[in-house]
């Protein structure tokens, strides 16, 4: 029997609709900017907050009683989930989707074994895939979990650990290619320090430059023509991890000679927690020339930790979709939902709530962004701030023909007083305001 046999497949009926089970903004093929909303949006579901997480918490044991969490051996679960999660993502309707290799296929008792059981299950993915036209946005190794992880991955201060973690990685790369993934994701779960008395921090740090430089050797090896991404977060489990943000990556990747290998994936949750905002976070990385993906979810301001909520605010989502328009796009990469139910939300319903309202609300946020762009205000007000920039003597500043005293004779041979001229941020808040109604 199946899990979801009284849901339906999920359809667009418009913001009149009183129907639960069904979208009413997003509409899949309505024309965006010349592009169709799916294709600007490239929406994925996640396996494992969907498929995996039991609804436990550091204060409880498990809430959700899936059929494929007990009752079989460790593959025939795994076989099970996936008819679970593939009933899921073709009913829901999102294009894509995303998983760990943990997430879909169990552990062995040795790496042969954990080899063996993960091969069968991208089998098992790749005619699920055929059968209902889904394709992946991005697969990754689970390199956190187990507790050979406890002191990091690529960051251990055993090198073996460090062969365990180049095994799953190389395994879940091989497989990504082999299901047609779009991209291949890092999350340094445990790439950090809990203490700096028992942490060689600069060692960690060119061990992580060794092993991206081997994911990315290999990388071009298999022929996987998507990109590697790095998901930043500032901290949870570790105290403080190594891909902090953004800007922290850029540095990172730089050092070690990555920049123009390696892009990131930013996930809304994980900026919040290092204390910037979800469109900082894309700004920077469209500036920098390295966004990649998103994880759509948000956090609670009044709760310290990464609660992966589905988003469920309109202006806060514009604002972001506006900066991944400004930057040209997503390209290879989409919108994730890296984002769960609460523990309290136990019907197999609950789960399709979650995704359609998040949906509805990124859908709402890119026409929202569209508006911004067609109207075109907000980047008349940006352009004109800078057009100093853009002028002749501007572009002699930024381009090295002008040294510092040749700038600063200038000055006095002018011998004149600069004034400021306004920000105007309160009229361009109000603009804003008025472009989300």
């Known amino acids: 029997m199946s899990y979801f046999q009284h849901i339906p497949a999920i359809r667009y009926e418009g913001p009149d609709s009183t129907n639960e089970l069904a979208f009413k903004h997003y509409d899949k093929d309505r ?41 079989g051996s460790p593959m025939e679960l795994a076989r099970l989930k996936a008819d679970a999660a593939f009933e899921f993502f073709a009913k829901l309707g999102v294009p894509y989707y995303c998983f760990h290799d943990r997430d ?130 500032p901290r949870e489990p570790s105290k403080h991890q190594y891909d902090f943000d953004t800007a922290t990556v850029y540095g990172f990747l730089v050092r070690y000679g990555l920049e123009k290998e390696v892009k990131v994936n930013i996930e809304a949750n994980h900026a919040t927690l290092s204390g910037h905002s979800f469109e900082h976070e894309i700004a920077t990385a469209g500036a920098l020339g390295i966004l990649g993906s998103l994880d759509m979810n948000r956090g609670d301001p009044q709760l310290g930790w990464d609660t992966d909520q589905f988003p469920n605010n309109v202006p806060e989502t514009a604002m972001a979709l506006y900066h991944v328009l400004q930057a040209g796009g997503l390209g290879s990469g989409g919108l ?80 004149t007083d600069v004034a400021p001229v306004s920000g105007r941020q309160e009229v361009l808040e109000n603009l804003f305001n008025r472009l989300c109604r």
């Open 31 to 71: 024309l965006v900017l010349g592009k169709r909303m799916e294709d600007h949006l490239r929406f994925a579901a996640c396996y494992w907050h969907n498929f995996v997480w039991t609804g436990l918490d550091p204060f409880g044991g498990a809430t959700f009683e899936r059929p494929w969490f007990q009752g």
């Open 104 to 233: 879909v296929a169990p552990e062995g008792v040795t790496p042969r074994e954990s080899q063996d059981n993960f091969k069968r299950i991208v089998d098992v993915l790749a005619d699920k895939q055929q059968a209902t036209g889904l394709k992946l946005l991005w697969g990754t190794a689970n390199l956190f979990s187990h507790r050979r992880f406890m002191s990091g991955a690529a960051s251990n201060p055993d090198p073996e650990i460090f062969k365990m973690a180049a095994l799953q990685v190389r395994d879940a790369m091989d497989a990504t290619l082999a299901l047609g993934g779009e991209n291949y994701v890092l999350w340094g779960g445990r790439e950090g320090y809990e203490t700096l008395l028992n942490t060689r921090l600069g060692q960690e740090l060119d061990q992580l430059g060794r092993f991206l430089n081997l994911v990315v050797d290999y990388k071009h090896k298999i022929g996987f023509k998507g990109a590697i991404l790095i998901e930043p977060k």
């Open 336 to 415: 994730n939902f890296d984002a769960k139910v609460r523990r309290q939300s136990i019907d197999a319903a609950d789960l399709f709530h979650g995704h359609i309202g998040g949906m509805d609300i990124c859908a709402e946020a890119l026409l929202i962004a569209e508006k911004m762009i067609v109207d075109g205000r907000l980047k008349a007000a940006v352009d004109t701030r800078y057009a100093g920039w853009d002028t002749p003597a501007g572009q002699d500043i930024l381009n090295g023909r002008r040294g510092l005293a040749e700038l600063a004779d200038d000055v006095l041979t002018r011998n």
